[in-house]
């Protein structure tokens, strides 16, 4: 039973384009959200979060929106780098010791 | 300076040893946590561990156990290895529950 999402698993993008990674989410009591980025033999590393009473968090190049009533989060990276190439993971939590349920992840590849 | 450190990096062993994987976080958060990532790139939590408190996922086989001997360290013990828990495990550790920090990942295979 997958909680969390993210239906695509690869992503292509130009170099200074606008990318949008998706994920959608079925368990209600998840009061946050964060995305994580991981690069190969690395541990993923904290990008951004937005906790379910907001819509939107941003910061520099990364933006998430959250839309509660359609259980769908979505981060872009405006304008796409190079070193942005990397695999995305969504992940929501419920505020509590249980720790994070990830999505299965999404690779984004910044083309040059 | 490594905030979530884990060691070793790589572990090659036989089916039936027993094994240790360590970490240690200098960031004086109050959680600390074991995720497993499969071959199908699944990250899942294993275990949490707060305050003496340890939160157990109810599918990790109990041939899995943690051990803190302090705030700062949450070691993986795993006993009789099986090929199936050939995998990355990663340590991380949060404050309030919130973002997580991760170490780098161990990678265990089983022989």
């Known amino acids: 039973d997958q909680q969390v999402k993210q239906n695509s698993p690869s992503l292509s993008v130009q170099e200074g384009r606008i990318s949008i990674l998706n994920c959608d989410y079925t368990?209600?009591?998840?009061?946050?959200f964060l995305w994580y980025k991981k690069y190969p033999a690395e541990g993923p590393t904290f990008l951004i979060s937005i906790s379910s009473i907001k819509d939107k968090n941003e910061d520099g190049r990364f933006t998430v929106f959250l839309n509660k009533s359609a259980k769908h989060l979505s981060l872009h990276i405006v304008p796409s780098q190079p070193g942005d190439s990397a695999v995305y993971f969504c992940?929501?939590?419920?505020?509590?010791?249980?720790?994070?349920?990830f999505g299965k992840g999404t690779h984004l590849i910044i083309q040059p | 300076d490594t905030a979530v450190s884990q060691t070793p990096k790589y572990l090659v062993t036989q089916m039936g040893n027993d094994k240790s994987i360590k970490c240690e976080q200098n960031l004086g958060h109050d959680t600390m946590y074991w995720y497993k990532q499969d071959s199908k790139k699944f990250l899942k939590i294993m275990f949490s561990y707060n305050n003496k408190e340890l939160i157990i996922n109810e599918t990790v086989p109990n041939r899995f156990s943690p051990k803190s001997p302090d705030k700062a360290h949450l070691n993986l013990h795993i006993n009789s290895l099986e090929l199936g828990d050939s995998a990355v495990y990663f340590c991380?550790?949060?404050?309030?529950?919130?973002?997580?920090?991760f170490g780098q990942g161990t990678r265990l295979t089983v022989v």
């Open positions: 992940a929501g939590s419920g505020g509590g010791a249980d720790g994070l349920t």
């Open positions: 991380a550790s949060s404050q309030d529950h919130l973002e997580a920090f």
């Open positions: 368990n209600s009591m998840f009061d946050y």
